[in-house]
């Protein structure tokens, strides 16, 4: 019996629609950003459009933004968070300058498109990261970009510091209590002005840094950034302002000459110009001097109370949660006790613990941390990622404002299709686009103090340094630092008289076994 045989020709393949994207940047220093901005959308829309297998994802903007830093980005920060949700295949950008112009972190975000099968075209360059030679090009082009920026912000540098000497310098960043003047530098402003007066009297009332926040705090008074939460370093800082009585000391932080650019807080490495009566004081002379040597009495008082041991403040029971007090003896050792112990030790079993046993403790800690950092501290910072992550999905606040940028986004580029399809003239676009763009920027604002006051985030960034301290401390510690441990250590757990527990900056506690008083 014959097999009969029947042809089965292949299905025709459905065309592949490519997902693309396109980001864009508007430099700070650009006379029109808006249309600037507004061009670039018409363009990349009119770009995919043209292509019947490509779908447009999203058009990313950034305005008046350094290229020298990825970070602070928002709208490139969303774009790769899109990408690592599978929602872009492709990115067209105009230049790498536009991308990055910092070498390091543009490889680094190539590399990580690449890994989840993203390709990035730059037309500038004609350089598409979907062929195999492109990482090269895109590390000499990235470098070129790179010295650009390094040569622009030099440049910058230079005019500023002219302005500088000559007195003519102007912050674009007024404190608490002034604003901007058209073209004549700072103002008060009385709304705020009275609230500085408020702190420096009371503050020379007697009333602690702490205190005033609390009370600034409760009265809803928003600082310079909008929150409305201040904190003790946040009236610290109003205090040591010399703008307060009409003077300027500019320079305070400066930016490094080498690259990447980091901000550092000024100790006398660079020049400095100190400009007198250079806008109008809220403060008087007399009023301002008063308070700085009241300050400067406190901290002489507090650094006198602390001198005896970085312990103090630190030792807390963790039996009945009393605060262990210092006790020396006649023979000179020094040690530990809870308070509840030293006046009844039938109230709490903690009692005296050598001060030379937690010495040696910390430095047994600190060599096993030293010598597992990655092995202790990944698997915690990776977990307070994953909470922050959910967090941030379940924050219904967090949720609404992104849920607004996005239709702020979309919205803008409704209109710039509409523009480009010439349906709306181009000052109705431009009213109607910057009208999207204020929207964009309270929104941003509003989703920066969420994160801001963000317990996980503060948790991260505190565990992030104490990595950073025991990673650049030393290899081996042979005897107890007073400095590291200050860097390290929030506090300690006294479990028992024989075993503590310390707590570091940013969540991690690790216990240690002590031996007890001698008799």
Not at 119 to 127: G, H, L
Not at 454 to 473: F, S, V
């Amino acid at each position: 019996m014959e097999s009969n045989v029947t042809y089965i020709p292949p299905k025709a393949a459905k065309p592949e629609i490519l997902r693309v994207a396109a980001y864009c940047r508007v430099s700070s220093d650009s006379s029109d950003q808006l249309h600037s901005y507004a061009t670039q959308i018409k363009a990349y829309t009119e770009q995919i459009g043209a292509h019947a297998d490509w779908e447009l994802v999203d058009v990313y903007a950034d305005e008046g933004l350094t290229g020298t830093r990825m970070d602070k980005r928002e709208d490139f920060q969303r774009l790769l968070a899109d990408c690592r949700k599978g929602k872009v295949d492709r990115v067209l950008c105009k230049s790498i300058s536009r991308f990055a112009r910092n070498t390091r972190d543009c490889l680094a975000a190539l590399r990580e498109l690449s890994a989840l099968g993203v390709t990035v075209y730059f037309e500038k360059e004609n350089i598409d990261t979907g062929t195999l030679t492109s990482e090269l090009m895109v590390s000499v082009s990235g470098a070129l970009a790179q010295q650009e920026s390094i040569s622009i912000s030099q440049n910058l540098k230079i005019g500023w510091r002219r302005m500088m000497a000559a007195g003519d310098f102007v912050t674009t960043n007024p404190p608490f209590g002034y604003e901007l003047a058209d073209g004549c530098g700072l103002r008060i402003k009385e709304s705020e002005a009275d609230i500085v007066r408020w702190i420096f009297s009371s503050y020379l009332d007697g009333i602690s840094t702490r205190s005033i926040a609390k009370s600034l705090t409760e009265q809803g008074v928003l600082t310079t950034e909008g929150n409305t939460v201040w904190n003790p370093r946040s009236v610290q800082l109003i205090l040591d302002n010399e703008k307060y009585k009409g003077n300027t000391l500019t320079l305070k932080r400066y930016t490094t000459e080498q690259f990447p650019f980091t901000v550092k807080r000024n100790h006398g490495e660079v020049d400095q110009y100190y400009i007198e009566h250079s806008h109008p004081a809220i403060i008087d002379e007399d009023t301002f001097e008063r308070v700085q040597k009241l300050k400067e009495r406190r901290t002489r008082k507090r650094q006198s109370d602390k001198q005896d041991s970085p312990l103090r403040s630190k030792m807390i029971c963790g039996v009945c949660g009393t605060a262990l007090m210092r006790r020396t003896t006649g023979s000179g050792l020094v040690s530990w006790v809870c308070r509840k112990h030293d006046e009844n030790a039938a109230d709490c079993p903690v009692g005296r613990i050598p001060e030379t046993e937690i010495h040696a403790a910390f430095v047994r800690m600190y060599n096993k941390l030293r010598a597992n950092v990655d092995i202790v501290l990944k698997p915690a910072l990776a977990q307070l990622d994953d909470l922050e992550a959910a967090l941030q999905r379940e924050n219904p606040a967090m949720l609404e404002v992104n849920r607004a940028i996005a239709q702020a986004a979309e919205q803008s580029h409704n209109i710039s299709k509409l523009q480009a399809a010439g349906l709306l003239d181009a000052d109705a676009c431009a009213a109607k686009l910057n009208a999207i763009n204020i929207q964009l920027t309270q929104l941003r604002r509003e989703r920066r103090r969420l994160l801001e006051h963000d317990d996980i985030e503060d948790a991260i960034g505190r565990l992030h340094q104490t990595a950073d301290t025991i990673k650049a401390g030393p290899e081996r510690l042979d005897a107890f630092d007073e400095v590291l441990f200050e860097e390290l250590v929030e506090g300690i757990v006294a479990e028992s008289q024989t075993r503590i527990r310390f707590r570091l900056h940013g969540g991690i506690e690790l216990a240690e076994k002590v031996g007890r008083a001698k008799r």
